[in-house]
Protein backbone atom coordinates (compact mmCIF):
# COMPACT_ATOMS: atom_id res chain seq x y z
CA UNK A 1 0.00 0.00 0.00
CA UNK A 2 1.51 3.23 -1.14
CA UNK A 3 -1.30 5.73 -1.24
CA UNK A 4 -2.85 6.97 2.05
CA UNK A 5 -6.71 6.54 2.43
CA UNK A 6 -6.02 9.87 4.87
CA UNK A 7 -4.52 11.96 2.29
CA UNK A 8 -5.95 11.34 -1.00
CA UNK A 9 -9.03 8.79 -1.32
CA UNK A 10 -9.72 8.80 -4.89
CA UNK A 11 -6.31 8.32 -5.30
CA UNK A 12 -6.44 5.53 -2.68
CA UNK A 13 -9.70 3.48 -4.41
CA UNK A 14 -8.05 3.58 -7.68
CA UNK A 15 -4.70 1.85 -5.69
CA UNK A 16 -7.40 -0.65 -4.23
CA UNK A 17 -8.95 -1.66 -7.13
CA UNK A 18 -5.41 -2.56 -8.79
CA UNK A 19 -4.79 -4.34 -6.46
CA UNK A 20 -7.93 -6.40 -6.22
CA UNK A 21 -7.78 -7.02 -9.91
CA UNK A 22 -4.23 -7.60 -9.48
CA UNK A 23 -4.98 -10.19 -6.76
CA UNK A 24 -2.43 -8.87 -3.98
CA UNK A 25 -5.23 -9.33 -1.44
CA UNK A 26 -2.53 -9.55 0.98
CA UNK A 27 -2.01 -5.36 0.26
CA UNK A 28 -5.39 -5.07 0.84
CA UNK A 29 -6.58 -1.93 2.90
CA UNK A 30 -9.27 -4.22 4.38
CA UNK A 31 -10.43 -1.22 7.09
CA UNK A 32 -11.01 0.96 5.09
CA UNK A 33 -12.29 -1.05 2.24
CA UNK A 34 -15.00 -2.17 4.46
CA UNK A 35 -15.81 1.78 5.38
CA UNK A 36 -16.30 2.46 1.73
CA UNK A 37 -18.44 -0.58 1.02
CA UNK A 38 -20.53 0.45 4.26
CA UNK A 39 -20.61 4.44 3.00
CA UNK A 40 -22.29 3.26 -0.14
CA UNK A 41 -25.50 2.17 1.12
CA UNK A 42 -25.80 4.55 3.93
CA UNK A 43 -25.58 7.50 0.50
CA UNK A 44 -28.26 5.32 -1.17
CA UNK A 45 -30.30 5.55 1.80
CA UNK A 46 -29.57 8.87 2.78
CA UNK A 47 -30.86 9.76 -1.46
CA UNK A 48 -33.47 7.41 -0.94
CA UNK A 49 -34.91 9.73 2.31
CA UNK A 50 -34.28 12.82 0.65
CA UNK A 51 -36.35 11.79 -2.11
CA UNK A 52 -39.29 11.05 -0.27
CA UNK A 53 -38.69 14.32 2.08
CA UNK A 54 -38.96 16.51 -1.42
CA UNK A 55 -42.12 14.51 -2.64
CA UNK A 56 -43.36 14.54 0.70
CA UNK A 57 -42.83 18.91 0.96
CA UNK A 58 -44.27 19.26 -2.57
CA UNK A 59 -47.50 16.87 -2.04
CA UNK A 60 -48.09 19.68 1.40
CA UNK A 61 -47.99 22.54 -0.84
CA UNK A 62 -49.87 21.19 -3.30
CA UNK A 63 -52.47 20.28 -0.54
CA UNK A 64 -52.18 23.94 1.18
CA UNK A 65 -51.11 26.57 -1.36
CA UNK A 66 -53.56 25.32 -4.24
CA UNK A 67 -53.67 28.93 -5.45
CA UNK A 68 -50.51 28.20 -6.53
CA UNK A 69 -50.97 25.25 -8.53
CA UNK A 70 -51.78 26.93 -11.67
CA UNK A 71 -48.78 29.31 -11.41
CA UNK A 72 -46.52 26.66 -13.34
CA UNK A 73 -46.12 23.08 -13.76
CA UNK A 74 -42.95 22.88 -11.32
CA UNK A 75 -44.66 21.49 -8.54
CA UNK A 76 -46.18 18.57 -10.68
CA UNK A 77 -42.96 17.96 -12.49
CA UNK A 78 -40.91 17.79 -9.01
CA UNK A 79 -43.91 15.37 -7.67
CA UNK A 80 -43.99 13.15 -10.70
CA UNK A 81 -40.23 13.20 -11.51
CA UNK A 82 -39.89 12.16 -7.36
CA UNK A 83 -42.02 9.37 -7.52
CA UNK A 84 -40.60 7.92 -10.78
CA UNK A 85 -37.07 8.08 -9.39
CA UNK A 86 -37.82 6.56 -5.97
CA UNK A 87 -39.17 4.02 -8.08
CA UNK A 88 -36.47 3.72 -9.61
CA UNK A 89 -34.37 3.15 -6.05
CA UNK A 90 -36.94 0.93 -5.45
CA UNK A 91 -36.03 -1.29 -8.33
CA UNK A 92 -32.52 -1.01 -8.24
CA UNK A 93 -32.26 -1.40 -4.48
CA UNK A 94 -34.86 -3.64 -2.73
CA UNK A 95 -33.20 -3.52 0.06
CA UNK A 96 -35.17 -0.06 0.72
CA UNK A 97 -38.03 -1.16 0.39
CA UNK A 98 -38.68 -2.29 4.47
CA UNK A 99 -38.30 1.97 5.13
CA UNK A 100 -42.00 2.02 3.69
CA UNK A 101 -43.34 0.47 6.51
CA UNK A 102 -40.76 1.22 9.26
CA UNK A 103 -42.68 4.17 11.48
CA UNK A 104 -39.53 5.63 13.07
CA UNK A 105 -37.97 6.31 9.50
CA UNK A 106 -41.46 7.69 8.09
CA UNK A 107 -41.31 9.98 11.52
CA UNK A 108 -37.96 10.95 10.32
CA UNK A 109 -39.15 11.60 6.42
CA UNK A 110 -41.95 13.69 7.72
CA UNK A 111 -39.95 15.72 9.84
CA UNK A 112 -37.60 16.48 6.99
CA UNK A 113 -40.65 17.49 4.75
CA UNK A 114 -42.87 19.27 6.78
CA UNK A 115 -39.32 21.51 8.24
CA UNK A 116 -38.68 22.06 4.22
CA UNK A 117 -42.32 23.14 3.17
CA UNK A 118 -42.42 25.44 6.17
CA UNK A 119 -39.32 27.15 5.17
CA UNK A 120 -40.79 27.37 1.03
CA UNK A 121 -44.45 28.30 2.19
CA UNK A 122 -43.78 30.01 5.19
CA UNK A 123 -46.45 28.52 6.64
CA UNK A 124 -46.01 28.05 10.18
CA UNK A 125 -47.39 25.65 12.67
CA UNK A 126 -50.10 24.33 10.01
CA UNK A 127 -48.80 21.04 8.39
CA UNK A 128 -49.96 17.81 10.01
CA UNK A 129 -47.63 16.16 13.08
CA UNK A 130 -47.43 13.00 11.01
CA UNK A 131 -47.64 11.94 7.57
CA UNK A 132 -51.63 11.54 6.97
CA UNK A 133 -51.47 9.57 3.56
CA UNK A 134 -50.58 6.10 2.59
CA UNK A 135 -47.52 4.62 1.25
CA UNK A 136 -49.83 3.68 -1.86
CA UNK A 137 -50.89 7.83 -1.99
CA UNK A 138 -47.64 8.86 -1.59
CA UNK A 139 -46.13 6.91 -4.45
CA UNK A 140 -49.00 6.29 -6.88
CA UNK A 141 -50.93 8.71 -8.96
CA UNK A 142 -52.76 10.46 -6.27
CA UNK A 143 -52.78 14.23 -5.48
CA UNK A 144 -54.19 15.68 -1.88
CA UNK A 145 -57.45 17.45 -2.11
CA UNK A 146 -57.15 21.56 -0.92
CA UNK A 147 -57.14 22.06 2.72
CA UNK A 148 -59.97 23.35 4.42
CA UNK A 149 -59.25 25.83 7.20
CA UNK A 150 -61.38 24.68 9.77
Not at 3 to 14: E, G, K, L, P, T
Not at 32 to 61: C, N, P, Q, T, Y
Request: charged share 30%; aromatic share 10%; with cysteine.
Amino acid sequence: MTISYDFDVIAWANEQAALIRAGRFDLLDIEHIADEIEDVGRSEHREFKSRMAVLLAHLLKWQYEPSRRVTGKSWLRTINGQRRDIQRCLSKHPSLKPNLSDSEWWDSVWIDAARQAENETGLIDTFPDSCPWSTDQVLGDWFPQEHSAT
